[in-house]
């Protein structure tokens, strides 16, 4: 539907159709849409992932979950933030983010959230810092079939 056309005109990734039945299946909760007289003009897309293993080798002597008890909560993984250019600068990339980052502070098990950005996309590395977002990590080739919109 309207979320497809909105992640097809405005991001260089394409979503498979899986991604947008997991949406609908389980990501009621963590995701929402902005509309403007009945039309989707934003949206964004999060889930939330089970605490992340530790590394090899680090909990091999019992001290892994139990010394960290941060290592046992979830964390919540921001996949897709987008807002229709004549939308932008008007607050609702602003809203949608906060209305993810209140549902985290609502649950108590989940420890951080996390995204990707292009290296290139200096406006949404600057949007996210403005949130208290950090650049954690460069991933080489993270986005291998980037499609111009």
């Known amino acids: 539907g309207q979320l497809r056309k909105l992640n097809r005109a405005i991001l260089p990734v394409r979503y498979s159709d899986r991604f947008y039945t997991d ?14 007289n009945g039309f989707v ?3 964004i897309c999060s889930r939330v992932e089970d605490a992340a293993p530790a590394p090899a080798g680090e909990a091999e002597d019992g001290a892994g979950a139990d010394a960290d008890p941060s290592s046992s909560l979830r964390r919540v993984y921001i996949m897709t933030l987008c807002v229709l250019p004549a939308y932008r600068q008007r607050g609702v990339g602003r809203r949608l983010l ?26 949404a590395i600057d949007f996210y810092s403005r949130f208290g977002f950090e650049v954690c990590e460069r991933v080489e080739n993270y986005y291998k079939r980037i499609d111009p919109p």
């Open 41 to 43: 003009v934003g949206a």
């Open 98 to 123: 906060e209305s993810v980052l209140e549902k985290c502070v609502e649950q108590e098990d989940i420890g951080s959230i996390y995204l990707h950005v292009q290296t290139t996309n200096q406006d």
């Open 23 to 36: 949406v609908l299946a389980h990501g009621r909760d963590w995701c929402k849409n902005a509309l403007c």
